[in-house]
Nanobody, 121 residues
């Protein structure tokens, strides 16, 4: 059964940090690439970060480059998103999904239900 479950969201002040986790079923985790996308109210989905679980290669959207770090623990079928120096414009629902490009993430049918991140100024 395909399953992705996000956790770790919450409310922080500007400049704060959060760490999101995405636990995947064994079948879902077998896909080579996973990542995170976000969607704020009234806005389109935005790909945030991708990781190749085999070689650890990563790719980030310009808006989060240098502030967010994606990583994985293959033994636990889990992908993480460490978010530092958070800004109010990072406020969104964050989703974990399968995909090897940022656009792929936003259109993936394999995604979790999301975790809310709220950053106050």
């Amino acid at each position: 059964q395909v399953q992705l479950v996000e956790s770790g969201g919450g409310s922080v002040q500007s400049g704060g940090s959060l760490r999101l986790s995405c636990a995947a079923s064994r079948y879902t985790y077998s896909n080579a690439c996973m990542g995170w996308f976000r969607q704020a109210p009234g806005k389109e989905r935005e790909g945030v970060a991708i990781i190749n679980k085999m070689n650890g290669a990563t790719f980030y959207a310009d808006a989060v480059q240098g502030r967010f770090t994606i990583s994985r623990d293959n033994a636990k079928n889990t992908v993480f998103l460490q978010m530092n120096s958070l800004k109010p414009e990072d406020t969104a629902m964050y989703y974990c999904a399968q995909g090897c490009t940022l656009p792929d993430l936003t259109t993936s049918n394999i995604r979790g239900r999301g975790t809310q991140v709220t950053v106050s100024s």
